[in-house]
């Protein structure tokens, strides 16, 4: 079975964590492994992995692949397939590279599954796994066409570090597009929905837009403490059901928007830490926080969901006074 690692590379010609844990999905099948990197460039990205084992190294790199773009993206990554000539396409589901895919599939004739969590060989044929339902449902696929191509989320491989001297073949693919990429504009990390890259989830829960002491609601201290968290750490924001409806109806914190929401109805991110305040920890939020590595909470109430193992660390304690001295210790 021969299994191409197709690639973008981020600033400075690397690899970003994603791709390196995808590559660790492809390279643990056991197949010829070959690698296709594109992007402004891509030596430094090669080199990162010279060593893991792969057969060959193909490359596109200029200008015109520096940025994400359908056009230019889409022909880089159909020159790279062809040129490997293998049975199984491995992409990480990068938003630049998910865009692509299924235009991709589309020009080589192949099956398309994406953000597979699962990726192995069982009885000599591959299987993936992945979610369905919103995480209610696991199933696995199999494919007899080839080529397949393939998106698996992050955070469900280990990263590949193999550091070297790689011999990489550049190819030349044709361009036809009629969009210039003049610049990249993109809002600060405070103005942000959910961001995978973030090393730390932040989750806003109800109790920040209820009555606190003395029967008064504090929603403007609450909004310049998470935003002053979000702007100290640079991590992500997400949020409860609950709060998020407050907020579209005007009535609680007004950045959030649905695109905020996780737990059993919004989204299950995959962050190395989380930290949730103000929510009851009770099964909707931890459905939703099942895939984070190290989760702390904090809640006033000693007996809440988060205290019933469903935590690693329950500080109980005022969420308004912690996240306060927080932000004042990190200025």
């Known amino acids: 079975m021969k299994v191409l690692f197709l690639a973008h ?60 773009r359908y056009g230019s993206d889409a022909a880089a990554c159909e020159a790279l397939a062809k040129a490997a000539g293998a049975d199984l396409i491995v992409m990480p589901a990068t938003a630049r590279a998910s865009r692509v895919a299924a235009g991709v599939a589309m020009r080589l004739g192949a099956a398309v599954d994406t953000r597979l969590t699962g990726l192995a060989v ?41 550091p070297g001297a790689a011999s990489v073949e550049l190819l030349s693919p044709a361009v036809a597009t009629r969009t210039v990429v003049t610049g990249i504009k993109s809002p600060a990390a405070d103005a942000q929905t959910i961001r995978p890259e973030a090393k730390m989830l932040l989750v806003a829960g109800a109790g920040w837009g209820k009555s606190q002491a003395g029967g008064v ?89 988060w205290a019933q193992g469903k935590a690693d660390v329950l500080y109980v304690a005022d969420a308004f006074a912690v996240v306060n001295k927080v932000v004042e210790l990190l200025k």
């Open 9 to 68: 590379t981020e600033e400075g010609g690397l690899l970003g964590k994603a791709a390196l844990e995808a590559l660790g999905a492809a390279k643990a099948l056991g197949g010829e492994l070959t690698i296709g990197l594109y992007g402004a460039e891509v030596q430094a990205g090669a080199d990162s992995i010279a060593v893991c084992g792969a057969v060959k190294f193909y490359g596109v790199a200029g200008a015109d692949f520096a940025t994400a």
């Open 217 to 305: 609601k504090r929603l403007d201290e609450a909004s310049q403490l998470i935003l002053g968290l979000l702007s100290a750490t640079q991590c992500s924001l997400g949020s409860s059901k609950s709060l998020v409806d407050q907020s579209g109806d005007g009535g609680a914190l007004p950045f959030l928007t649905h695109m905020h929401q996780v737990g059993q109805t919004g989204s299950t991110p995959r962050h190395q830490k989380g930290l949730a305040t103000c929510c009851h920890g009770e099964e909707p939020h931890v459905v939703g926080w099942r895939f984070i590595g190290e989760r702390r909470a904090i809640n006033l109430d000693a007996s809440c969901g």
């Open 122 to 162: 069982e009885g000599g044929k591959v299987v993936a796994t992945r979610w369905f339902y919103r995480q209610r449902m696991v199933g696995k696929i199999e494919r007899d066409v080839s080529p397949w191509l393939v998106t698996v989320d992050t955070g469900c491989f280990e990263p590949v570090s193999a």
